[in-house]
């Protein structure tokens, strides 16, 4: 089965997850605790990478929040991340069942990738899990840390994160909607995810009255949202990974429940898709322009 008009086997199977890089883990993990309604899938420290890691699995994708707490190569290259682009989106996982075969596939087609050893990190619940890293050249990914992950099932365990007691689900949120790249070349990236990783393009257009040309490939109930703009001058040095827009049953009652939590979330709107309503959260987001995106009540 192929998943696009061009006939190209995908490469991945779904968006694995965001890693989100933040100076200081415990007041991220707050506050995406609260704008989820959720607690922690699962927690971890990297003693020897000079990294903390915590995990939120959702519907249909997870968010990794990583924080600095010494000085291995994790933990000075999300330092070195913080200090040239603060809080943000520093990586795209992409998700493979065989990570051997999907480096093979892309250093074929030109993207050059390293499969790197079978790793495995225990949690603050005591569990053992296992997953496997192809690294993908930068150079190759429009200068985005995009990596491609295999989490070994029967051993790799990834429950999805909890409520916290008191929320209902209608309150919560269940899934991501979109992330957004900001680029100055959208043919570029049609080819990078597109004919590359051959993830479904499902629309291409241009928006004159917004100032901009948006590509929308979808992969595993995921869209990845690629935006430039028609204004040359105000397009970016280097592509990015920018924004996030989560996906919400209720979309007001998931914002009376974090604003009556100390949030600052905007009143309700309705979304440029049709028959959507949106509402923007504010910071503090660990530097992540935040939706929350639903449908408007039939």
């Known amino acids: 089965m192929t998943d696009n008009q061009t006939g190209v086997l995908p490469l991945v199977t779904a968006v694995d997850r965001i890693v989100i890089a ?3 883990l415990d007041k ?5 605790t609260r704008m989820f309604g959720r607690q922690p899938s699962w927690r971890r420290r ?5 990294t903390g890691h915590v995990y939120y699995y959702l519907g249909n994708m997870g968010v990794e929040l990583a924080a600095a707490i010494g000085t291995g190569v994790w933990g000075l290259h999300i330092e070195a991340f913080l200090a040239e682009h603060g809080e943000g989106i520093s990586a795209l ?10 480096a093979l596939l892309l250093n074929d087609a030109g993207v050059a ?3 790197m050893p079978e790793n495995e990190g225990a949690g603050e619940d005591g569990v053992i899990r296992y997953w496997r890293h192809a690294l993908i050249a930068r150079d190759k990914t429009r200068d985005m840390t995009i990596f491609v992950c295999q989490n070994y099932k029967g051993q790799n365990q990834r429950p999805l994160a909890p409520l916290r007691h008191g929320v209902s689900e209608d309150a919560a949120i269940a899934a991501m909607d979109h992330v957004v790249v900001m680029t100055n070349d959208a043919e570029a990236c049609k080819t990078l995810f597109g004919d590359k ?3 479904r393009l499902a629309l291409d257009h241009s928006k004159p009255e917004w100032g901009v040309r948006q590509l929308f490939f979808r992969l595993g109930g995921v869209t990845i949202e690629v935006v430039e703009s028609l204004d040359k001058t105000k397009a970016p040095k280097a592509d990015f990974l920018w924004g996030t827009a989560w996906k919400c049953t209720d979309i007001n009652a998931v914002r009376a429940r974090m604003v009556a939590e100390g949030a600052d979330v905007s009143e309700v ?7 959507t309503e949106i509402a923007t959260i504010r910071p503090p987001t660990g530097g992540v322009p935040t939706l929350l995106i639903a449908e408007e009540p039939k």
């Open 269 to 275: 709107r309705k979304g440029r898709k049709k028959g």
């Open 22 to 24: 933040v100076k200081n």
């Open 46 to 50: 990297d003693r020897a990478g000079g």
């Open 197 to 199: 990783f051959g993830i």
């Open 93 to 102: 996982a992409l998700a493979s069942d065989n990570v051997e075969r999907t």
């Open 28 to 32: 991220a993990e707050a506050a995406y």
């Open 113 to 115: 990738t390293v499969v």
